[in-house]
């Protein structure tokens, strides 16, 4: 009988070696995918906070939770659902929806570039719808396409583990990003609220807490316009990255080779960050080239159906 319990003590430190080493693998599986994402993470937390622009501050956070329910239901029982049923069924279909959903990155920051030197904007209009139901359906409907960019970005950094890691860490990502971007959205939107509330204390023990509240609420536009930009960039990193990568997948080296050799460069004068750095500007370069194309082709095929 001891030897029996010795075996099956044996067997489940065994059993717990293999779970623990497949939640650290889905752990770095999860992290990795988050990264690759980042781009639409970031823009994601840049936009929605225009959402509640004009409204009572009463009803800010109230938005920002209908939207992150929607958020939510759109990865979870829509998204993720799908991205499964790729994977069994058409996993040839992943780079190419990859592609697009990269190139579709592209264009979005290219539109953004566009727009911040004074050719319009795509989201301020948003702000100017006053019915609240109509605002957030508007707002989920926008969440639907950069959280499917995010779980395509994560079923492809997932597409060769088993089924049920790539469940896992498709709903891990989903669930953690959800709660990563509108809480930070929930934070961004109250934080000149609590500027104000700090610099509106008396005594002379709260004079840093005003000094603090005063900064805060004068910082806040530039803030937003700062993480609006590194959203942009972001964009633009990830989306030229994800097609580069594509097409060395289908036969097309050359471009990805260029931008890495000149990161290899970068990180043998400089070091790994100048390596990083060097790496994520080729890849922005090539973004804002894969944009400005699709971008250009979509114009004059628009004005050519004017005339």
Known sequence: MATG????????????????ATLDDTAGLTAKAAVKAAGVVIDDAAVTPTYVVGFAAARELPIVWRIAMGSLRNKLLYLLPAALALSALAPWAITPLLMAGGAYLCVEGVEKLVAAF????????????RDEATLVAGAIRTDLVLSAEIMAITLGTVAAESFLNRAIVLAVVGVGITVLVYGAVALIVKADDAGVALARLRGGAAAPLRVFGRALVSG???????LA?????????????????????????????????????????AGPVAEWVAGALGAGVAGVVIGGVIVG????????RRH
């Open 5 to 20: 319990l010795i075996a099956l003590l044996d067997d489940v430190a065994a059993l717990a070696k293999v779970a623990a």
């Open 118 to 129: 004074g050719v319009g904007g795509e989201h301020g209009a948003a702000a100017e719808v």
């Open 220 to 226: 806040m536009p530039g803030l937003l316009k700062g």
């Open 229 to 269: 930009a590194v959203g942009t960039a972001a964009m633009l990193w990830v989306g030229g990255g994800i097609v580069l990568h594509g097409l060395a997948e289908y036969g097309v080296a050359g471009p990805g080779d260029v931008v890495h050799h000149l990161a290899v460069l970068a990180g043998g004068l």
């Open 297 to 304: 082709g979509l114009h004059a095929w628009q004005a050519r």
